[in-house]
């Protein structure tokens, strides 16, 4: 009997999704982690003046947060916001994206306004930990620079290496296991068909924000919520991606962000789309970076990263290049197939809303 490929995934993925169970929060009833008490919202604020010559304006910028966390949850205040997911208690992780290099990455006045935004449910700046995979990714950003007396900065490896099986950051006890392996790695050696979660989530946060950036990538097809995850929070992540022609991303990505350890903790997505990159990435390549001027809010990241993708292919259709579901290499995106695929997948995974009718993109432009 012929199984066809969408029926075979729909059945693998959903069966493994209905052991997960979800975090609550004792200030709210409503189910907090992925897709969270939101599924399918995604709030766009957009303010054309949250940059100007290339700097974010950080007053501005706290205004969209404040305005982002308001109409997310539904509260009257930015003061109410923040406790219907935060608590006094918390130790929450903030996951930044600094791969992009300084010119297409976190930027600290989006940091300040999550940090001030914490406060405000009673999260002390001592119990916040930002966190990225690599140090000196992070070093080199200035990212470490950005935070106040009490706040740590955590990394789960000092640097990235094409090995990627170091396990001093990394906790034995959580991995994604899956039959992909880099060339001369081990094919029988566990370890080498692992990817085992950074401490920093497993141990050290109970809670997490995800904060990346609006690109491209070109064998992800984007790199927005679900791999900044999925490549921000465990090791040997780059046999997903290992050449052009194998490329295994579509099914890595939701493969990771669905392990309980993560998908309990991240509770909270805001995508940084004040600067995004529609081609070359994950690097920030100066001559596809444009400024959509809006920051994203949402607990869903399926829908997130639907949206997100609408919006970089809009921009390629509007230089002339093809939506990236159908884009071939070129000098700057060298992989055969942009997997794209991996934000459906996830949604077959219960990790949010993949379809349009179910996904509500609430659009406040501010001035």
Same mark, same amino acid.
């Given at each position: 009997?012929?199984?066809?490929?969408?029926?075979?995934?729909?059945?693998?993925?959903?069966?493994?999704?209905?052991?997960?169970?979800?975090?609550?929060?004792?200030?709210?009833?409503?189910?907090?982690?992925?897709?969270?008490?939101?599924?399918?919202?995604?709030?766009?604020?957009?303010?054309?003046?949250?940059?100007?010559?290339?700097?974010?304006?950080?007053?501005?910028?706290?205004?969209?947060?404040?305005?982002?966390?308001?109409?997310?949850?539904?509260?009257?205040?930015?003061?109410?916001?923040?406790?219907?997911?935060?608590?006094?208690? @918390?130790?929450?992780?903030?996951?930044?994206?600094?791969?992009?290099?300084?010119?297409?990455?976190?930027?600290?006045?989006?940091?300040?306004?999550?940090?001030?935004?914490?406060?405000?449910?009673?999260?002390?700046? @001592?119990?916040?930990?930002?966190?990225?995979?690599?140090?000196?990714?992070?070093?080199?950003?200035?990212?470490?620079?950005?935070?106040?007396?009490?706040?740590?900065?955590?990394?789960?490896?000092?640097?990235?290496?094409?090995?990627?099986?170091?396990?001093?950051?990394?906790?034995?006890?959580?991995?994604?296991?899956?039959?992909?392996?880099?060339?001369? @790695?081990?094919?029988?050696?566990?370890?080498?068909?692992?990817?085992?979660?950074?401490?920093?989530?497993?141990?050290?946060?109970? +809670?997490?924000?995800?904060?990346?950036?609006?690109?491209?990538?070109?064998?992800?097809?984007?790199?927005?919520?679900?791999?900044?995850?999925?490549?921000?929070?465990?090791?040997?992540?780059?046999?997903?991606?290992?050449?052009?022609?194998?490329?295994?991303?579509?099914?890595?990505?939701?493969?990771?962000?669905?392990?309980?350890?993560?998908?309990?903790?991240?509770?909270?997505?805001?995508?940084?789309?004040?600067?995004?990159?529609?081609?070359?990435?994950?690097?920030? +390549?100066?001559?596809?970076?444009?400024?959509?001027?809006?920051?994203?809010?949402?607990?869903?990241?399926?829908?997130?990263?639907?949206?997100?993708? +609408?919006?970089?292919?809009?921009?390629?259709?509007?230089?002339?290049?093809?939506?990236?579901?159908?884009? +071939?290499?070129?000098?700057?995106?060298?992989?055969?197939?942009?997997?794209?695929?991996?934000?459906?997948?996830?949604?077959?995974?219960?990790?949010?809303?993949?379809?349009?009718?179910?996904?509500?993109?609430?659009?406040?432009?501010?001035?």
């Amino acid at each position: 009997m012929r199984i066809d490929r969408r029926h075979f995934l729909e059945t693998a993925f959903l069966g493994a999704a209905a052991a997960l169970s979800r975090s609550t929060s004792n200030a709210e009833t409503r189910p907090l982690g992925i897709p969270g008490p939101y599924p399918g919202r995604v709030v766009a604020i957009e303010h054309p003046g949250c940059i100007v010559s290339g700097t974010y304006e950080p007053l501005v910028v706290r205004q969209m947060v404040e305005r982002g966390m308001t109409d997310l949850t539904g509260a009257p205040t930015w003061q109410d916001a923040w406790p219907s997911l935060f608590e006094k208690g @918390d130790v929450v992780g903030i996951k930044v994206s600094p791969v992009g290099g300084p010119g297409l990455c976190s930027d600290a006045s989006v940091l300040h306004a999550i940090f001030d935004g914490l406060n405000q449910a009673g999260v002390s700046d @001592d119990r916040i930990v930002v966190f990225n995979r690599y140090r000196e990714e992070a070093l080199a950003a200035g990212i470490d620079k950005w935070l106040r007396p009490g706040i740590r900065f955590e990394a789960a490896s000092p640097r990235y290496d094409n090995v990627q099986l170091d396990m001093d950051g990394y906790d034995e006890n959580h991995f994604m296991e899956m039959a992909i392996v880099k060339p001369g @790695d081990n094919p029988n050696d566990p370890h080498s068909r692992r990817s085992y979660v950074a401490k920093v989530v497993t141990t050290e946060v109970n +809670k997490i924000i995800n904060v990346p950036v609006l690109k491209h990538h070109q064998s992800a097809g984007v790199t927005i919520t679900l791999k900044n995850m999925s490549h921000g929070f465990v090791n040997n992540v780059n046999r997903s991606h290992i050449t052009p022609t194998a490329n295994a991303c579509g099914v890595f990505i939701p493969s990771v962000v669905s392990l309980p350890v993560i998908r309990q903790k991240v509770v909270l997505h805001v995508v940084d789309a004040v600067k995004a990159s529609y081609h070359g990435g994950p690097t920030g +390549k100066p001559q596809f970076i444009w400024e959509p001027k809006t920051l994203y809010f949402g607990t869903d990241p399926v829908a997130l990263d639907k949206t997100g993708w +609408k919006l970089i292919d809009a921009k390629r259709q509007e230089v002339g290049m093809a939506p990236i579901a159908l884009s +071939k290499p070129d000098q700057a995106s060298h992989f055969l197939n942009c997997q794209v695929e991996h934000i459906e997948i996830a949604g077959m995974l219960g990790l949010g809303e993949f379809s349009d009718d179910k996904i509500e993109v609430r659009r406040v432009r501010l001035s």
